[in-house]
């Protein structure tokens, strides 16, 4: 069973382009934080990784709307509510990637070297984590079928999301051990929790998944 049918590629192309966009911006988001941690952090470098993540968020931004308005006249409604709800959600990651890019930079944080490492694997790790969604997506729109009788992809992503709890809840310990004013590791936590909440979102696409294939079993 196949939700995108010929007579809608138009709808699959951009459904595929903002998903790529969400993944480019992320990318983008990663690179940045490679670039704040390294020895000679370069100002001009960062402000470019910045404008990298703020076109793709746009691009992805155009394509949901794209999406939406040629879904007006597609579909069943719960089944157009529900893609559209998903596309929505994706484009969260995008919303999330900017907004911690612009504190970090606007504000000029620099994060104590004793977590870059784990921040960075976090970071890794929730990128894995999209490609793995990104698959389930892929089904979920080609092999249906495929995914209602093997759904371990979903567990997967939500096992990847676990990983960075881990990492998240070491880093919380590690960070409010350190010999610094409440406030500032407060202000420091603030950022790993939301880069942390990325992950979250990306398991919450995962549920929606799960929800959109229990609904069709009714």
Known sequence: ??????????????????????????????????LLFSE???????????????NHEAAADQELIHIVNTMRETYLPATRKNLISLAQSTDKIANKCQSIVR??????????????????????????????????????????????????ILDDVRSEESHVDKIEAMLHERIFEMDLP???KTYYWDVVEKICN????????????QVMLIEREA
């Open 198 to 209: 990325i992950s979250d979102a990306i398991e919450n696409i995962a549920d929606q998944i």
């Open 1 to 34: 069973m196949l939700i995108f049918s010929k007579k809608n590629d138009k709808i699959s192309q951009y459904f595929y382009a903002h998903q790529e966009d969400v993944a480019e911006c992320f990318e983008s988001f990663e690179e940045f934080f490679k």
């Open 103 to 152: 504190k970090v930079l606007l504000e000029k944080i620099q994060l104590p070297k004793e977590v870059r490492p784990d921040l960075l694997e976090i970071i890794a790790v929730t990128e894995d984590q999209i490609r793995i969604l990104y698959k389930a997506v892929d089904k979920l729109l080609n092999d249906y079928k495929g995914l209602d009788k093997d759904r371990k």
């Open 40 to 54: 000679n952090a370069d100002r001009n470098l960062l402000e470019s990784a910045k404008v990298s993540v703020d």
């Open 182 to 184: 409440l406030f500032e």
